[in-house]
């Protein structure tokens, strides 16, 4: 099992920034990436970047390219998302989510249905 914990949510104004962090434990040795989604109201869940743990890849949303950054630090089984120049389009619960190994693959780090771990989510809202 995989325990994933959020932190660094909140409230800030259109073009600040916030940086979020999700912590793993337990097997983490089952993980192949980690990424983050987001949902805001009446909306679907969607895709915000993701990483493998190995190699490195990432895959990032169009709408959020040039103004987030993911990252990880491998020793800590932490994944970090940068987020600069934030809209008020960018409100939502963020999610962080795991993916197992033996279904891992760079070319689904996008695909909700990929990824087993979820964290229980954390609020962002940014203002106009």
């Known amino acids: 099992q995989v325990q994933l914990v959020e932190s660094g949510g909140g409230l800030v104004q259109a073009g600040g920034s916030l940086r979020l962090s999700c912590a793993a434990s337990g097997r983490t040795f089952s993980l192949y990436a980690m990424g983050w989604f987001r949902q805001a109201p009446g909306k679907e869940r969607e895709v915000v970047a993701a990483i493998s743990w190995s190699g490195g890849s990432t895959y990032y949303a169009d709408s959020v390219k040039g103004r987030f950054t993911i990252s990880r630090d491998n020793a800590k089984n932490t994944v970090y998302l940068q987020m600069n120049s934030l809209k008020p389009e960018d409100t939502a619960v963020y999610y962080c989510?795991?993916?197992?190994?033996?279904?891992?693959?760079?070319?689904?780090?996008?695909?909700?249905?990929?990824?087993?771990?979820w964290g229980q989510g954390i609020q962002v809202t940014v203002s106009s």
């Open positions: 989510a795991g993916m197992g190994v033996h279904s891992g693959s760079v070319y689904y780090l996008h695909r909700v249905a990929e990824y087993d771990y």
